[in-house]
């Protein structure tokens, strides 16, 4: 049974018209992370003082950071909090599209060091790329990535209803196919 065209190219158009705002976010912000261009922050730094040793306790550093988070009046950051170790020491980080915060440990053990970074607008985007936002910015990149694979299968499915462009798509679909192993290998 052949899909009626009509039909697809209108769906095809809506879809593509709906996602082109986010999906042109990515492509930017992809484009330009390849190159390092990956925007700003704007940092503050503060001591802390604890009333225990610093340790890597996730809940005890998550609720040290929320206090002074709350202090400064700031929203907490979008994602997900987490103690990341290197070597024999560790710190903590909680990261999100607005914000990021850091919590590292002094050489007095009763002293952290907070760092405080808020996104420039294009660091705003680079952390949504990155899945760093909240549960609804990651449910509408699933319907961009939805979006997308709808977009290329109608597409191929009305050239392929077009019997003088079946050629082309297929030897466009392998050169593509390819290309993309040979990029895989070489890199």
């Given amino acids: 049974m052949a899909i009626n065209r009509v039909f697809l190219i209108k769906v095809h158009m809506v879809v593509a018209a709906f996602i082109f705002p986010v999906a042109l ?40 950071a929320m206090n002074e988070l709350n202090l400064r009046e700031l929203a907490l950051p979008s994602g997900k909090a987490k103690v990341k170790h290197a070597g024999n020491s560790f710190y903590f980080e909680w990261t999100g599209a607005q914000l990021d915060l850091s919590l590292a440990p002094t050489p007095n053990p009763f002293v952290a060091q907070l760092k405080i970074k808020k996104t420039g607008w294009h660091r705003l985007f680079v952390q949504l790329h990155k899945a760093k936002a909240g549960d609804v910015f990651k449910v509408y990149a699933a319907i961009l990535a939805s979006g997308l694979l709808f977009l290329f299968v109608t597409g191929m499915i009305m050239a392929w209803q077009v019997p003088k462009y079946r050629t082309l798509l297929l030897s466009s679909t392998s050169a593509g196919l390819i290309c993309f192993v040979a990029m895989v290998m070489l890199s």
């Fill in 25 to 64: 976010m990515f492509l930017l912000t992809g484009a330009l992370y390849t190159w390092g261009i990956k925007g700003n922050y704007e940092t503050e730094s503060h001591s802390v003082t604890l009333s225990q040793p610093m340790h890597d306790d996730k809940a005890w550093l998550t609720q040290i």
